[in-house]
């Protein structure tokens, strides 16, 4: 068997012993991580390293591994035919906060992973080998309530990435490009840098339920060669109740398709660029506003 595809079996809380035996496997849509059972019926974690031709893979109830070596001896990084990745944790308190970084920390995917969820997740921070993961196309952060700040993503080769409940998240800087920006008046700030692309090849962004979120802007001087998100063709905004205004460099690029901004009730404008580089959004196709009752100033 190459395919099981159990992804809608909601009530479906653990996998048979037998699982680690289909090592011709190359999707196993759901690896439900339960408890209430005993050990010996169980599969447990460390058993999909004998699925080593898997390609496309979702975990879940994470939070329920009892052994954090486990995730260890599992040597998912290992996992060389991996391309698509689904982490997913229960939703916990303060006491589970620590075991979910160290969870998620040690279930480090290969490098040539092209598609990566991660859900639920009840850490404060994001791990380290997010941004080395160089092959990586589709990102979705989901539902981590807790983390206080977006990854520095900017470096990746990213096309789609979903940034969707992350309700600990008040401000939005210089630190999601992955770049340091400079003051106007440190003088080892030179007006030669060279040129940076941050998001170089992403074409969706959606943003939604971002509860906190008030402030998305990026610190950049003049003196800085910055171009951010180039090739940027789809963006959605949708309930970010404490956000008024979206940065100007979101429309910097020329490529943007599809615009929807919703149940943003207190957004007032949408910037452009003060040198009116983009005074418009020439291969704007679909545009959608809706309930931001607020909003006065739009683009020509």
Not at 158 to 180: C, H, M, P, Q
Request: aromatic fraction near 6%.
């Amino acid at each position: 068997m190459r395919s099981l595809l159990n992804g809608g079996t909601p009530l479906l809380k653990y996998m048979p012993i037998g699982i680690s035996k289909l090592t011709s496997l190359r999707t196993l849509e759901k690896f439900a991580m339960g408890g209430g059972v005993d050990d010996i019926s169980t599969c447990r974690l460390e058993s999909l390293k004998n699925l080593q031709l898997l390609r496309e893979c979702g975990i879940e109830g994470l939070s329920n591994v009892s052994h954090l070596d486990e995730d260890e001896r599992l040597g998912l990084h290992n996992m060389k035919n991996l391309l698509r990745l689904s982490l997913e944790f229960d939703e916990e308190g303060e006491e589970g906060r620590r075991k979910n970084q160290q969870l998620l920390e040690a279930l480090q995917p290969p490098l040539n992973v092209k598609e990566l969820g991660i859900v639920s997740y009840g850490g404060n921070i994001f791990p380290k080998w997010l941004t080395s993961l160089t092959n990586l196309r589709d990102l979705r952060l989901k539902s981590c309530v807790i983390c206080e700040h977006f990854p520095p993503l900017g470096k990746l080769p990213l096309e789609k990435l979903t940034l969707y409940g992350l309700y600990g998240v008040k401000r939005v800087g210089n630190e999601f490009l992955g770049i340091e920006g400079s003051s106007e008046d440190d003088p080892s700030s030179s007006s030669s840098s060279s040129s940076v692309i941050a998001f170089p090849k992403l074409k969706s962004l959606h943003i939604g339920a971002m509860e906190e979120l008030e402030e998305w802007n990026y610190r950049i001087t003049r003196k800085e060669n910055i171009s951010i998100m180039p090739r940027l063709s789809s963006l959605t905004i949708w309930y970010c109740p404490r956000l008024r205004v979206l940065p100007d460099y979101l429309f910097q690029s020329t490529t943007l398709q599809k615009l929807s901004i919703s149940y943003c009730p207190i957004m007032e404008e949408l910037r452009i660029l003060e040198d009116h580089r983009t005074t418009d959004i020439p291969r704007l196709s679909s545009l959608e506003i809706e309930y931001c009752p607020k909003l006065n100033v739009l683009p020509d």
